[in-house]
Each structure stands twice: as structure tokens, then as C-alpha cells.
């Protein structure tokens, strides 16, 4: 599955740092970590709060836009090496610069940089998604919504939100996402991962996203999934992640096969790869193990994504 080419929808560019990667950082910054990771090296967490928290510690090392070209580098060599050939990448100004459009601007800069260069070396396109993070609150979502929308073209695409879904709702988001639209950018929202269908609804409702960031809780509502097969709503499924999470078992277990089989655009996603041990390779070759789909369905879910990827027309037809 290694070889086959991926369209990426759903990946967060901090929350894909290996994590010797943020050991180095840390090292070099003498940061005492240690309490992040487990004996093996891999990251500890317990729980997605726990994940949450973990996110934001290791995220602290990195400071400066060098930082974001060197881990920008490492993330796509890592999706290239997976087959990915196109890669929609959540960005965070919160993260990169505290909000300030200027230190945005030089912190996308760096990221851009590593970005045409893995391009041109590894044959990858990134495009970026501004995201604010709901626990941040409406504020700093506002602030989020300006550096977007001061640096929105062809390059950073969309727009969106993460974070803790069970705080807040969409709607006290709305200013954000509505200087968002019109600067030109495109829609995605995280929902229906932690809460049920009725994050899914406020979400759809409020925001009228084109995408969601999980969205496979709409599993509980079946009228709610026929609404987003109707509406042609895009989820951005992350089994792997689900999973490691414990939000269902097994990938058995995951709803990913009923909402593909009841009509719902789903497409395939790693969200954070080195945290829950996976890569778009692995969560491939776990789909097709536990629902025996062939290279067929995996063609049709990569068009979708292709479909519903927040780029423009020649860079669509580039990656085709
Ligand atoms: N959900 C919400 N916020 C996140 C996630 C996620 O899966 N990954 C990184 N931030
Ligand atoms: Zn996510």
C-alpha cells in the first residue's frame, strides 16, 4: 500500500513531529521533556485530554520559523515516504508566532520554504488550513481568523477548527469563520469525534462547513447521516486515531465502512500519525484487512478526496 498515491485531507503539522524530533528540540533548547515520552521513546498520553496536553508541551520547543522549516521538512518526508502525494495540513498561528500577523507571516514563510522544497526533492504538495483551536476560545479564535485572513491565496486554502469539541459550540465561532469565508477561504470544522450527532448538527448548521474533521459520531444519528450523504458533506476520517483513542475498539469496528457503504463522501486521514502509531500506509492496509476493500475502493476514496481537497483547478489537475 506503501506505493499507492494519497490525497491527505486531515493532518496536523505539530501533532506530526516525530518524537525524536521534539526530543532533539528540546535538547537542544534544554527543555526538560522526559515526562512526554514513555521507555520506548513513543509519546505518553493516557486519554484525548491527556493528548491535548501532550500536543501543547511538545509543541512548546518549537519556537522559531527555523523550527517549523526543520519539523515542516521531517513531516513531509515521512507522508512522501507513504505514498502521499498531496497533503492538507492544519496550521495553528496560535503555535506559530502567538497570533501576531507579523511573526505569522514569518513562520509561514519558513513553513512554505520547506514545503516547495520537499516539492521539488520528494515530488509532495502541501497546502495549508489555518486552524484555531476551540478550548482557545473565541478571542484567540478571532486573532486566528485575521492572520488567515492576512495571508489566505493560493497557498493557504482553508480554514478551520481543533480542539477540545466538548467546550464551547460553533456558533461562538462564528465571527471567525465568517472573516474566514470572506477572505476566500474554504471551510472544515472538527466535530463528531468526542461530541455525538448533535456536534455534528451545530457544526453542519452553524458553521456550513464543506468538510468535517471526523464527523463519524453522525453514526449514532442515521437521519443525520443521510442529511450529510444528501448534502454531499465531505468527512475527513481518521480510523487510526479513533481508534488509538478508544473511541471504538477495533477498525472493525469503525463506522468508517457503514458511512461509505450509506452514501457519506468519507476520505482517509492520519490527524496526528507519530501519536497514534500509524501512517496513511498502515491505515490503509488496516481498511482494507477489516473490510476487505481492493485497490478499487481505495481509488474511489483518494477521488473524493481529490474532489474536496481546498486547491485550485491546476494544482488539482497536477496531482491527479
Ligand atoms: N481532535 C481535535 N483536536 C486535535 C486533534 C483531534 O483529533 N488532533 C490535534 N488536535
Ligand atoms: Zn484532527
Redesign the pocket.
Known sequence: MKSMPKIELHL?LE?AAPPAFIRGLAQEKHMDLSGLFNPDGSYRFTDFWDF?KV?EAATSTLQTPEDYRRLTLAVLEESAANGVVYSETFLSPDFCGGRDVGAWKEYLHAIRDAADQAERQMGITLRGIITCIRHFGPDKARETAVCAAETAGDWITGFGI??DEKVLQPKDFLWAFDCAREAGLRITA?AG?WGGPESVRAALHDLNPERIGHGVRAIEDLALVDELAERGTVLEVCPG?NVALGIWPTFRAHPIGKLFDRGVKVTVST??PPFFHTTMAREYDMLSDAFDWDDSVFATLNRTALDAAFCDTDTRSKIA
Open positions: 496536523h501533532g491535548l500536543y481543533a480542539g472538527h469525534e486515531s490527524d496526528d
